[in-house]
């Protein structure tokens, strides 16, 4: 079924983003800056 | 980081010198190009004169940015293009994406940071984003690695100058600015700095993989509307109050929504910048936006005018150390045993996503990819596959414009015309040259 294949690739990547540890670089940072900007606003 | 193992390279170990060279010397003009148009892209809000929320311009120079982002790839290459990057190498929506809010938040903290400490202070903090480029290319993307020392000091030492420069000419372009509430605005701008070149990490990521700028900045650009309108909603005092501010706007739509546009292909130069000669080189050479946007002001709109001459004298002494930084790194050329460390941060990150090494291999050295991969000289060209959907783009993104621009109010406000047409037939030059040399070279691949 198309739509299984689907669901299946798409966990995939999901899993080799989130698992890459370069992606929680520019995570960390966007929380961080979303964090600051609440603070000073 | 994840571990490489050296015996497990997949891409063939070099790319001709000559093409190297090539591909260098389109990087580093587009680097020049970037900073010439992404500092004209100041100049149409400076026709905004009306009371209209900074949350709300930004919100409307992101919209300008998104139609012509959709609408000029789709011009260049098709979307068809798109789909194709999508298909090798679907991981990299997800970093557009999140390059895309990084921006927009830190374009939000600009604002914040200049109307507490000022232009002054505020530009040179978050132009740290260059050097914080130069870090997270080397600690992340093996940039400036086995170059050697007289490259690690042009570069490092470029950019300091740059930044030495952009603090001279901050300082004597808005010496005159009050700072109110000095922490949170240093906190603003520093904050800026450091999502910005952090940003860099998911362009350089997706272009060491293979991704096309051209499609890479269509995903970006979702991001990037998505954060600023949630933003805009939560800070701007919720939908009934973004609208009333939209309807206050409706007069300079166009201006800002111009502004975007040339926003756009300024980014998109720096984007080949960042994919030909690395952020680590890409990023100060865009960061000479700010003399570009010194001169908009001085030459078109009169800023500055009847300073004192210690001023001046900041402004041409921060103009040379700009220029003389710039110059340092667009001369610091990439050496054979640089690139070689650039292609095994390539195959850990093709081996990583199971991207086709044919496909990361063609992109690495601007071309398109080929069915033979033993004959890397076979340039294949690129097949127009441009669908009614692109024309769509194209027409319904052009209309809006038009639309726009009839609505707009023409600026009640003095401007020195020969500039203005000096300055923009300057950056049509490099809009020429760059498109040019992109096309020759690499074909848009």
Not at chain 2, 274 to 294: C, D, F, H
Request: proline share 5%; net charge positive; charged share 10%.
């Amino acid at each position: 079924m198309p739509d299984e294949h689907f669901a299946e690739k798409s966990v995939g990547v999901w899993t080799l983003v989130l698992t890459d540890v370069h992606f929680w670089v520019p995570a960390t940072v966007l929380l961080a800056g979303l964090a600051v900007l609440h603070w000073i606003r | 980081m994840e571990p490489f193992a050296p015996n497990t390279i997949m891409l063939p170990s070099t790319i001709e010198s000559v093409r190297l060279r090539k591909l260098q010397l389109v990087g580093v003009l587009c680097g020049f190009g970037a900073g010439a148009w992404l500092g004209a892209a100041e100049a149409p809000t400076k026709l905004v004169k009306l009371g209209v929320s900074p949350l709300v311009v930004s919100l409307l120079m992101v919209v300008g940015v998104f139609l012509a982002r959709w609408s000029l790839p789709a011009l260049i290459r098709g979307t068809g293009q798109m789909r194709a990057d999508i298909r090798q190498a679907p991981h990299l929506i997800v970093w557009g994406i999140l390059a895309g809010c990084l921006w927009a938040v830190a374009n939000t903290l600009t604002i914040f940071a200049i109307r507490d400490i000022g232009l002054s202070i505020a530009f040179p903090l978050w132009n740290i984003n260059s050097l914080l480029g130069i870090f997270w290319g080397y600690l992340l993307f093996n940039e400036l690695r086995d170059a050697g020392k007289l490259r690690w000091l042009t570069v490092l030492g470029g950019a300091l100058l740059m930044f030495t420069g952009a603090t001279l000419l901050a300082i004597a372009s808005s010496a005159q600015s009050p700072a109110e509430h000095p922490m949170r605005g240093i906190l603003a701008a520093l904050g800026a700095g450091v999502l910005w070149g952090t940003m860099y990490v998911p362009y350089r990521k997706a272009y060491l993989t293979g991704m096309n700028p051209l499609s890479f900045i269509a995903f970006f650009t979702i991001g990037e509307l998505g954060m600023m309108l949630t933003l805009a909603l939560i800070y701007g005092g919720g939908p009934d109050a973004l609208f009333h501010q939209l309807e206050l706007a409706k007069p300079v739509l166009f201006w800002l929504m111009l502004g975007g546009f040339v926003w756009v292909i300024g980014d998109l130069f720096q984007q080949y910048a960042a994919k030909y000669i690395g952020i680590s080189r890409g990023i100060p050479l865009s960061n000479t936006n700010q003399l570009w946007g010194l001169l908009w002001g001085i030459l078109v709109f009169g800023e500055l005018r009847g300073l004192s001459p210690s001023l001046y004298a900041q402004v041409i002494g921060g103009s040379l150390l700009m220029a003389a930084g710039a110059g340092a790194i667009a001369l610091s050329s990439v050496t054979g045993k640089e690139h070689a460390r650039w292609k095994q941060a390539a195959d850990r990150e093709g081996q990583r996503y199971k991207v086709d090494a044919n496909y990361v291999q063609a992109a690495f050295s601007g071309r398109a990819p080929i069915n033979d991969a033993s004959n890397p000289s076979s340039q294949r060209s690129p097949q127009s596959s441009r669908s009614w959907l692109d024309y769509l783009l194209v027409i319904a993104a052009t209309t809006i414009f038009i639309t726009l621009a009839l609505l707009a109010r023409a600026p009640s406000m003095a401007l020195n015309w020969p500039a203005l047409i000096e300055l923009t037939a300057a950056m049509l030059i490099f809009l020429l040259a760059c498109a040019v040399a992109l096309w020759r070279v690499t074909r848009f691949n």
